[in-house]
C-alpha cells in the first residue's frame, strides 16, 4: 500500500494563499492519479481536485480558478497551491491515491481561513 503524509496547511487570512504538499512512498509514484480531498466541521468529505500521471488535471466548480493541482515525479511529491481562499475553505484536506485495487489515504492537513 502506498503511504501518504500531508503537510502545509495552518492558519491564513481570507484572500490569502498556502501550498500543501503530500509525500508519497514507493517506486510508482509517476503512474499514480493523485487526488485532494476535504472534510469541513460537520460536512461529509468532498473532492476538490485530481492530476493523473500524465499530468491531467480537474478541479470542483468551487476550486475552478483559484487552485492548482501539480506534482513533482522525482520527488514522489503532490501539491494543491490554493489562492483566493475564502472561509469555507476552511476544512482538513487530504490526499488520496488508487493503485492494484487499493486507495490509500493521508492523515489530512488542517487548513483554516480566518475572516
Known amino acids: 500500500q502506498v503511504q501518504l503524509v500531508e503537510s502545509g496547511g495552518g492558519l491564513v487570512e481570507t484572500g490569502g494563499s498556502v501550498r500543501l504538499s503530500c509525500k508519497a512512498s514507493g517506486r510508482i509514484f509517476s503512474v499514480l492519479p493523485m487526488s485532494w480531498y476535504r472534510q469541513a466541521p460537520g460536512k461529509e468529505r468532498e473532492w476538490v481536485a485530481r492530476?493523473?500521471?500524465?499530468?491531467?488535471?480537474d478541479y470542483a466548480d468551487s476550486a475552478k480558478g483559484r487552485f492548482t493541482i501539480s506534482r513533482d515525479n522525482a520527488k514522489n511529491m503532490a501539491y494543491l497551491q490554493m489562492n483566493s481562499l475564502k472561509s469555507e475553505d476552511t476544512a482538513v484536506y487530504y490526499c488520496r491515491t488508487f493503485f492494484s485495487g487499493e486507495e490509500s489515504w493521508g492523515q489530512g492537513t488542517q487548513v483554516t481561513v480566518s475572516s
Open positions: 492530476i493523473t500521471g500524465v499530468g491531467k488535471k
